[in-house]
């Protein structure tokens, strides 16, 4: 990690408080290690919009493995681009649901275009996609 | 899955013509396929909005290992939510950055809760939640 | 961890000096480590062994996702036991062929028997099971 | 796959005997499936005795971690190896101990390298070394 650089900021009054109450309910110890969270966000999203940043993703799959030939589909598909995919991960929800976890590592518009693929597969019941960084912006 | 019941609804002609093209782009079939994904999205919005719901959640984190301790401190963490974490994976991104996805299980608000506690741990770069469903609302 | 206790062995010379060939080639600090890691690995296999006992087991598969309706009928399998498997990690390797890693929990003999029936699936081309301790017997 | 050539072989009819028992057991449908599997292992053994040949490897580690910093050493460790570690699946097995399974690709005698240094680590209770094909040599 840099150096920390300490700086004032101003608020209103009434949207502090409301902000000191939501990073006391999610355990945060401080402001600033609240803030610094936001920001870190912020750049992450900036970067999944650039689009030609290599980046990180998460894609979650609900599906029925009863869905004939559902799970090889889903498995071809994910084969046409096994440079960009990780791994899977797969729960077995019940005896007829599943969920699939992908990690996959690529430029982030390449990334989506995987997700929304994989996403409106007939027999998909959800998906959503988390783009991340790699890390190394975010000192 | 149930019987399909057809039906009509009516939408503007610019709306429509901007769905179109959207729903292309992710290379759906058509717009009953892709209506029934927004419609699916949205009970499982609901589900995790009330919170005391059975639900699946994934949990991105991106961070350091080289921060002293945080290995410890985020596994010891999570050993306090054994009975909701069904699986973490862990990717090495490169000689100093960690990716974990853990996958859980349990009250949508419970998930929330951990959620919260995880990423608002020091060190932790960044980090998302996804609620799905565990697949038996979405028939 | 228990207090250790320390005691004497005796094993004849040219057998020691191989071992120690043998532990420096693995890393270990000392023989004692070495010899606790043979101990803790001979009471596993008693466990595996007796068979009614609870234990962790990994199953490696490999297979081609390109033998028809395999991914399914793996899928469909593992289903028959979602309340065994704790997940399945799958990494794509290539564009042909699949690396499937399951985590399971139960008792012994039933780990054994869903390792022999989906590693005797037509068209998987290696299976293997580890079966390990869930750590409470040694401690 | 490749075509199936068909040849006679000859067995002692005890031994038979004894292996139409097991090959029944594990749920082979016939004997030729049960014999591709045991011809594919000992291809797969020889491949990970040769020690050069790009392989696949899980390693199951078994850990508290209640021990000061293991899960800090474990993952420094690992990073050192990061090209080598596809992914780490870890679950939380309860309040105290910890079931990580790794996913390796390398050279066979890099991959056992690895899995040495990480079984001998002080703390690790139990581990084991899967070595597989990548799949390629398993037509």
Same mark, same amino acid.
């Given at each position: 990690?840099?150096?920390?650089? +300490?700086?004032?900021?101003?608020? %209103?009054?009434?949207?502090l408080?409301?902000?000191?109450?939501?990073?006391?309910? /999610?355990?945060?110890a401080? +402001?600033? %290690?609240?803030?610094? @969270?936001?920001?870190? @966000?912020?750049?992450?999203?900036?970067?999944?919009?650039?689009? +030609?940043? %290599?980046?990180?993703?998460?894609?979650?799959?609900?599906?029925?493995?009863?869905? #004939?030939?559902?799970? &090889?589909?889903?498995? =071809?598909?994910?084969?046409?681009? =096994?440079?960009?995919?990780?791994? *899977?991960?797969?729960?077995?929800? &019940?005896?007829?649901?599943?969920?699939?976890?992908?990690?996959?590592?690529? $430029? *982030?518009?390449?990334?989506?275009?995987?997700? &929304? #693929?994989?996403?409106?597969? /007939?027999?998909?019941? =959800?998906? $959503?996609?988390?783009?991340?960084?790699?890390? $190394?912006?975010?000192?």
């Amino acid at each position: 990690m840099s150096e920390l650089v +300490r700086f004032g900021i101003a608020v %209103e009054g009434g949207l502090l408080a409301a902000f000191d109450r939501q990073i006391q309910g /999610k355990g945060y110890a401080n +402001r600033s %290690e609240a803030i610094r @969270d936001l920001i870190r @966000d912020a750049l992450v999203q900036e970067l999944a919009r650039k689009g +030609r940043h %290599e980046m990180v993703g998460t894609i979650t799959l609900v599906y029925s493995h009863e869905t #004939r030939e559902l799970s &090889d589909r889903l498995n =071809h598909l994910q084969h046409d681009y =096994h440079n960009s995919i990780v791994c *899977a991960n797969h729960v077995h929800l &019940d005896a007829h649901n599943c969920l699939e976890v992908l990690i996959l590592r690529g $430029k *982030a518009d390449s990334i989506q275009a995987i997700a &929304d #693929r994989l996403i409106g597969v /007939k027999g998909v019941k =959800h998906g $959503k996609l988390v783009l991340t960084s790699t890390g $190394k912006e975010l000192t």
